[in-house]
């Protein structure tokens, strides 16, 4: 295993959507700090951008403050959220959605010259190049980038961050990079829970496969303290291949229906706890509806006329184009026209409607609130460490624009925090330790694959931990016997096997996968209430309980026994 | 999951990594080293997320899903170019329908 060494000023883990922000921040600000990101994929497509993207969800429109954003998160996440984080990127959205217009993103804009409004807090966009938009506003900024290099440990010193360890994902080189300040931006976890789809179809899903929760892991092995991660987030998504049904929704208008084709929001509407928290509400309704024997549940777009089913397919070719292949494969089935409609689609015979199924559960920051417990500036608990996007936590719907104000809140925080003193020297011990824990599944010898390790973690979350075959549905037994579980599994790290690097590559994305999930489980197991439906439905404690459970529920592992100590945190981000 | 057609490919003129090779976000395509062919080496694990469809400079890459998802035949072809990104939707009576959609402002 070759060992390549590089030292930077500002080292940026993940060059996504708040990788991308912090690294322009720094090259703005301080032309002379070098600052190199680290990617696992090429930044010109990677994580979850990847695909394209057809709305924003975090902007003010006229009218709207960074307090009545604030004060919608705050609703939608039954009060539970870091205030001080979510006034913080509410003040950013509009400069950097106006920033990235610049960058050439194209943005639909109403007759009065202000962004169109798609819904309350989105707008519409022309997203499918977002990524590439980014990345070449990166370069511009003349900001090194390593490419296909999967981050796979911080390295500590003297309890402070000083850099990190990455493996080249296609020669396995081992990268030794120290720097001054480190940024975490790497995304959220995927593949925890086992997947709706089989077999070739697994990957198929709403958030990106390969953003498997390295960035709280590597965090999680150095002590850095973790919140939420009980709020796991669930997508309400057009079943099979899990297309956005806000494209739907809000996009074109359609209304949630039963199978007898009844509206069912409203009939919900009156006795829900959770009526005012709209996202939630969506996803448990339908839920409840299955539960009743009305389903399936479908998004009924029969209202559509020609012109405007043409720009939703637009829409959906910006962000989820596998969509327009099951507007085809419907064609042909039901002998209706989604392609190239004769005249109206409105009123064809009622099949203009795609069924809806909640999605696996992910651990995300940037949609939901699991992630670093950071301050207002980003730091985290760790000397030297700032995260930024879906790796923090605290400040639920962010999304992308989101993302890209902490980016550049993290870069500022850490610009100031640089200083001149020289780069710490690494152990060679040190180096040695990382060399052997990552080459280990290469060794010649009959082992686990990786890919049969990842569906033996899926089928435990399954089972044990609320997945899709339980209805997200969670209690104290099962949850133990899903820890029980997760500590053998992790016991059984060492017989990984690796045919190649890319397996060696997957072979540590299983390993992190299964700390962050225990940390998951942990976190359920711990917050004796149900605040938030479905994400964290517990059935021995269906009732929200604001008397005791007010409050954040964060975790710390023990960097030398890798045990996980629950902490609680008030509503002020305080003990 | 992506179909590469060899007809059409031109192995990006013999350059060392391809162009769908280098953009793939799951790094699932590599290079037959016995005819430079690139090659989905992992479909099961693909995102359907089209950047090796858009980026294929002679476009020959189609988007198809898989059976276990939707059991139709249907295709999506892509080319991103300059400041457009066009697509082709083609069934599988043959029906086909074309976009071209500015994806870059000027």
Known sequence: MEIVKKDTDLLIIGGGAAGCFAAVEAKTQSPNRRCLIIEKAHIDRSGCLAMGLNAINAYLHPGESPESYLNHVKQEFMGLVREDLVLSIARGLNDTVKRVEQWGLPIEKGTDGNYKPRGRRAIRIIGERLKPILAEAVRRHRV???????????????????????????DGTLYVIRAKGVIIATGGASGLYKPPNPGSARHLMWYCPWNVG?????GLRAGAEMTSFENRFIALRVKDIQSPTGTLALGAGARQVNAKGESYLEKYYKDSPVKDSPTYFRLLSTVLENRAGRGPCYLDLNHLDTQTLRQFKEDLLNMSPSMLLMLASRDVRHGKSWINPPEEARGMGGNYRFEITGSEPYVVGGHGEAGYWVDVERRTTLQGLYAAGDVAGGAPKKYVSGCWVEGQIAARTALKEINNAPLPSIEEGAVKEEQVRVSVPLKDSKGIPPQEMEERLQKIMDEYAGGLSTQYELNEEKLRVGRVLLKDLKAGVPNLEAKNHHELVSCMEVVDRIDVARVVVEH???????????????????????????????????????????LEKGLNGKD | MVKI?????NRCEGAREKR?????????????????????????????CTACVKDCPVAAITLKLPFQ????????????????????????DGKKEEFEITVVSS
């Open chain 2, 20 to 48: 769908c090779q280098r953009i793939c976000p799951g790094d699932l395509i590599g290079v037959n080293p016995e005819d430079d062919r690139p090659v989905v080496l992992y479909p099961e694990d693909c995102w359907a």
């Open chain 1, 214 to 218: 390295t960035g709280y892991a590597i």
């Open chain 1, 524 to 566: 359920l197991l711990y917050r004796k209430e149900t605040r938030w439906p479905c994400s964290q439905s517990r059935i021995d404690y269906p009732k929200r309980d604001d008397a005791h459970w007010l409050k954040f529920v964060n975790s710390v592992m023990d960097v030398n026994t890798g045990e996980i100590q629950i």
């Open chain 1, 144 to 170: 090194e980038v390593l490419n296909r290099v999967a981050v796979t440990n911080l390295i500590l010193k003297e309890g402070k961050i000083v850099g990190a360890f990455g493996l080249g994902v296609r």
């Open chain 2, 69 to 92: 998802a939707l059991e139709k035949g249907d295709s999506l072809r892509a080319t991103a170019k300059g400041r457009k990104t066009s697509w082709v939707l083609e069934g599988t």
């Open chain 2, 5 to 9: 057609d060899y007809k059409v490919c």
